[in-house]
Structure formats: structure tokens, C-alpha cells
């Protein structure tokens, strides 16, 4: 090298400079990630759009069965599965309309929300800010994704009479609200059933009741009758959600106001008084009765909250519920409570849970809970099919760990299932495979998740990481070579 002055710029000549290619044209990164998405889609899921099965609306239906595991989702309200099973519907995963819910719980959950016009069980969003734990599931037969209902339910729950009933959901000509024509008095307590005229863009929906654990009451199971019930759903798709309070069941109300007769006092006040038959006009009678009696008790329970007392009997004439409602609050007074903290909201809700039947209670003890998962065991093994989906809700059960670990242990040895994820306020996670607790290792779904994936594409070797594909049971094809996978992308 000629000799230079230090500090003097080098200056290569030609021969030393490097050849450089032609710039090239690269996608904005937006489009970049949707079309590796949609690859990631095409492969994930047999078939695509194609081989579409018109019967279940574009649900590749054989392409489930054939996926090599089947996802579960936990969340802590029940009603918030149904987010799991729209985003399952929106990935191709499972059917828009005709499914089947297996509905596992001390409760049957089939209301329907009181000031939502059935139209806007088609609006996700405002579906979601309307339905609660107990008034999720006929808002989603409106919409057509559940055709039949199975509920399985301890024995100590008796809201609705075990048998096989079809009955029509529909939009009220006059209320726009969602309304059924099953004249079971759990429908008619909550002033939900009318008559089949008075629905429009109504559906036939079948409800099967199934009891387990009988022994508890010294009867015995029927597995002939699981075995009917579920015969007729082998081919179709199914969600199987199971509550823990199937196992344990805990009535949120029962201890209101403790060391007072509140709870008693507002069984009085919303006592139910059955159709004195099963006719049209005396049911109609009983509805409109019903829905009075409603009506006057939420005039006073929305003046007690605004005024911390009742409306002045020279302005409204006293009744039977005005004077009941008089004695709630004197009971509530005479153990200390200031009228201007009691939260009558509350009050009515709990009042409103006295239908037919009130909420069930029933602390299970280490035996009783053995011969439930015994049942429910015997249950699973009638199956015809493995589920679609399978979701469990928590209910904010107290200690439910030790009952979720068992459960999943359970599932996990009569079906291929995916490693769980927890939807905790729209955030999924996943969970570890020895422990029900969030795993701390998981990579949470969040603002990072497309940091994270655009650094998962700059990889050159290494094996993929399939675990997120497994938890939507979006595993990749048999047979297809991962380190092709990451070539092609």
C-alpha cells in the first residue's frame, strides 16, 4: 500500500470497489405480515376455503375432526367463552350456524338480556357490553350459531324438568326483545315465552336436560338416555363448556346483609305464582302479572336509590309489594345499615334470581366431588365424537384450582387436547401443562405479539414453534416439513 499522511481520506480505486445488486422493491411491512398470515392460514387449516360443507356455512367440518388437537379455553365468567367460540367461527374452525353446546353447569344459563333488542345478538361488540352469566346462551341461538342444547347438571339443580324439548326463539313483533314460545315456568318467571304468532325470524331449538351424579339423591344414572341424547349429535359440531360449579355450587346471594332476613324478605317480594294450567290465556295471564310485578318493584328500588326512601303513600297508594318493600328497609335499618349505602341494584338482582327455582347452593364434600367426576367420567365415555371446542368457566369459585387441575387431567386423558389458554379481559395466555396457574414463561398476546412474530420470521435455523398453532388447533398438516415451512415464508 503507497504510503499516506495520516488523518488523509482513503480513496479506493475501482478495482477495489465492491459490486453491489440492484436495490429491490420490498413490501410495506402491513401487507408483508398479512401475507405471511394468510400463508400461515392456508397451511394451518386443510382445505382453506375449499372442500366448503354447505350444511355447517363454510365449516370444513372433516378438517376439524381431523385436526390433531382440540382447543380449550378458561375464563373466569361463563359468558366470555363466546368470544373463544366467535373467534374459533371467524378462523374457520367451527360453524357460523346448526353447532351443538354441551352446557355443563349448576345452572342452565338460558335467559335472555332484558333491555337488548334481539338484533343486536348479530353485533359482537354489543352483545358482549349486554349478556352476563346467565343470559348468554339464547341470545346465540338467535343468532343461529347453537341449534341444540344439552344441559348437564348436578342434582341438586332443578330449574328445568329432565326431558327433550323443541321450542322456537325468536324477536318480538312488539318488545324487538328475544322471546320463546317453552312454556316451562323457568321461561315464564322471567316473562320470556309468548306465544309462536307473536315471534318473528324465529328457530327451532332443541333443549335436552341430562342429571348426573344420582347417587348423591340414592338414584342411579341413565346412561341409555346420554347415550339417546347424544346419538343424535354425533355428526355435528359441539362446544363442550363446563362451569365449576357443576361441581361446587355457591349462591352469590345467599349471604346478603348477613344476621338479617333480607334474603327471606325478598323471596316474599318476588314470589312466583305458576299458570294455573298450561293454556295459552292462563299463561298470558301469569306473564303479564309477572311482568307488573316486576315493573312496580323497580319503580321503588329505582326511588330508593335516587332518594334513600319510598315514594309518599298520598302519591302512590300502598300495595302488597309497597309494604313489603317497606319492611326490607326496616330490616335493613334496624341492623345499622344507612339506607343511602344499600345498593339496591344488587337487591333486585338477587331478588330477580328467585324464579321458579332460586339459586342453587351446594357445598360438595371430598366424597360427593369424587362421585361427580366418577359420573361425569362415565359421561365423556358415551361420546360418539370427540368436541369442537372445549371451554371452562370458572366462576370466580373460590379454591377452583384443585377442581380445574383435576378436570383438565380428566379431559386430557379421553381427548387430544391443546395446551389451555386463559382469556382474562381479552387477553389470552397460555397455562402451564402441570398447573392451572398463568405460566410465567408464556408469551402474553399483547402489544408485542408483532414484534415478537417478525423476529420468529428473521430466524435461519432452529426448529418452528408450534405451540401458538396447537392452542387454536391450527396445527400444521402431516407430513409437512417444518424447516420448508420457514423457507417458503
Known amino acids: 500500500m503507497a504510503d499516506r499522511n495520516i488523518g488523509e481520506p482513503i480513496t479506493p480505486t475501482e478495482e477495489q470497489l465492491p459490486e453491489f445488486e440492484e436495490l429491490q422493491e420490498f413490501e410495506p411491512p402491513e401487507e408483508a405480515v398479512a401475507n405471511v398470515i394468510e400463508y400461515v392460514q392456508s397451511v394451518a387449516i386443510p382445505g382453506g376455503s375449499e372442500g366448503e360443507n354447505p350444511q355447517f356455512n363454510g365449516h370444513n367440518f372433516q378438517s376439524a375432526r381431523q385436526s390433531k388437537q382440540i382447543p380449550i379455553c378458561i375464563v373466569n365468567e361463563n359468558q366470555d367463552i363466546i368470544e373463544f367460540v366467535h373467534d374459533m367461527i371467524n378462523k374457520k374452525f367451527f360453524p357460523e350456524h346448526g353447532s351443538t353446546l354441551i352446557h355443563v353447569d349448576a345452572n342452565p344459563d338460558l335467559l335472555a338480556p332484558n333491555t337488548m333488542p334481539a338484533d343486536e345478538s348479530f353485533d359482537h361488540s354489543m352483545l358482549y357490553l349486554q349478556h352476563n352469566y346467565d343470559r348468554w346462551i339464547l341470545p346465540n341461538c338467535y343468532n343461529g350459531i347453537f341449534k341444540k342444547i344439552i344441559w348437564v347438571r348436578p342434582p341438586w339443580s332443578e330449574h328445568i324438568r329432565e326431558d327433550s324439548v323443541t321450542f322456537k326463539v325468536g324477536k318480538h313483533k312488539e318488545s324487538s326483545y328475544i322471546n320463546v314460545d317453552c312454556k316451562q315456568n323457568y321461561f315464564i318467571a322471567e316473562c320470556l315465552w309468548t306465544t309462536s304468532d307473536n315471534l318473528t325470524d324465529a328457530k327451532n331449538i332443541t333443549l335436552d336436560c341430562i342429571t348426573l351424579g344420582n347417587e348423591l339423591s340414592y338414584e342411579n344414572d341413565c346412561p341409555e338416555y346420554w347415550r339417546a341424547v347424544l346419538g343424535e349429535?354425533?355428526?355435528?359440531?359441539?362446544?363442550?363448556?363446563?362451569?365449576?360449579?357443576?361441581?361446587?355450587?355457591?349462591?352469590?346471594?345467599?349471604?346478603?346483609?348477613?344476621?338479617?332476613?333480607?334474603?327471606?324478605?325478598?323471596?316474599?317480594?318476588?314470589?312466583?305464582?305458576?299458570?294455573?294450567?298450561?293454556?295459552?290465556?292462563?299463561?298470558?295471564?301469569?306473564?303479564?302479572?309477572?311482568?307488573?310485578?316486576?315493573?312496580?318493584?323497580?319503580?321503588?328500588?329505582?326511588?330508593?336509590?335516587?332518594?334513600?326512601?319510598?315514594?309518599?303513600?298520598?302519591?302512590?297508594?300502598?300495595?302488597?309489594?309497597?309494604?313489603?318493600?317497606?319492611?326490607?328497609?326496616?330490616?335493613?335499618?334496624?341492623?345499622?345499615?344507612?339506607?343511602?349505602?344499600?345498593?339496591?341494584?344488587?337487591?333486585?338482582?338477587?331478588?330477580?334470581?328467585?324464579?321458579?327455582?332460586?339459586?342453587?347452593?351446594?357445598?360438595?364434600?371430598?366424597?360427593?366431588?369424587?362421585?361427580?367426576?366418577?359420573?361425569?367420567?362415565?359421561?365423556?365415555?358415551?361420546?360418539?365424537?370427540?368436541?369442537?371446542?372445549?371451554?371452562?368457566?370458572?366462576?370466580?369459585?373460590?379454591?377452583?384450582?384443585?377442581?380445574?387441575?383435576?378436570?383438565?387431567?380428566?379431559?386430557?386423558?379421553?381427548?387430544?387436547?391443546?395446551?389451555?389458554?386463559?382469556?382474562?379481559?381479552?387477553?389470552?395466555?397460555?397455562?402451564?401443562?402441570?398447573?392451572?396457574?398463568?405460566?410465567?414463561?408464556?408469551?402474553?398476546?399483547?402489544?408485542?405479539?408483532?414484534?415478537?412474530?417478525?423476529?420468529?420470521?428473521?430466524?435461519?435455523?432452529?426448529?418452528?414453534?408450534?405451540?401458538?398453532?396447537?392452542?387454536?388447533?391450527?396445527?400444521?398438516?402431516?407430513?409437512?416439513?417444518?424447516?420448508?415451512?420457514?423457507?417458503?415464508?
Open 233 to 489: 349429535n354425533q355428526t355435528v359440531p359441539t362446544v363442550l363448556d363446563i362451569d365449576l360449579e357443576f361441581f361446587i355450587t355457591e349462591n352469590p346471594y345467599l349471604f346478603l346483609y348477613e344476621n338479617t332476613i333480607v334474603y327471606e324478605l325478598l323471596r316474599e317480594l318476588f314470589v312466583f305464582i305458576r299458570p294455573t294450567s298450561q293454556t295459552d290465556e292462563a299463561v298470558t295471564e301469569t306473564v303479564e302479572m309477572r311482568s307488573e310485578q316486576f315493573k312496580e318493584i323497580e319503580t321503588y328500588f329505582n326511588h330508593l336509590t335516587q332518594h334513600h326512601k319510598l315514594p309518599d303513600p298520598e302519591d302512590i297508594p300502598p300495595s302488597p309489594i309497597y309494604e313489603k318493600v317497606a319492611e326490607i328497609m326496616a330490616e335493613l335499618e334496624r341492623h345499622g345499615h344507612d339506607l343511602k349505602d344499600v345498593d339496591w341494584d344488587l337487591l333486585y338482582d338477587c331478588g330477580h334470581s328467585f324464579g321458579d327455582h332460586e339459586h342453587p347452593h351446594h357445598v360438595t364434600n371430598s366424597a360427593e366431588l369424587d362421585l361427580l367426576f366418577k359420573s361425569f367420567e362415565n359421561f365423556l365415555d358415551e361420546f360418539y365424537e370427540p368436541p369442537s371446542i372445549i371451554t371452562i368457566a370458572r366462576s370466580d369459585l373460590e379454591g377452583y384450582a384443585e377442581i380445574e387441575d383435576r378436570l383438565l387431567e380428566l379431559l386430557n386423558s379421553k381427548f387430544n387436547c391443546a395446551v389451555p389458554i386463559v382469556y382474562d379481559q381479552g387477553n389470552a395466555v397460555g397455562v402451564d401443562s402441570d398447573s392451572t396457574c398463568v405460566s410465567e414463561d408464556v408469551d402474553e398476546r399483547g402489544t408485542d405479539e408483532l414484534e415478537e412474530f417478525l423476529e420468529f420470521l428473521t430466524l435461519q435455523t432452529g426448529e418452528v414453534d408450534n405451540s401458538d398453532a396447537s392452542n387454536a388447533n391450527l396445527a400444521l398438516p402431516e407430513g409437512q416439513d417444518d424447516e420448508e415451512d420457514v423457507s417458503e415464508l
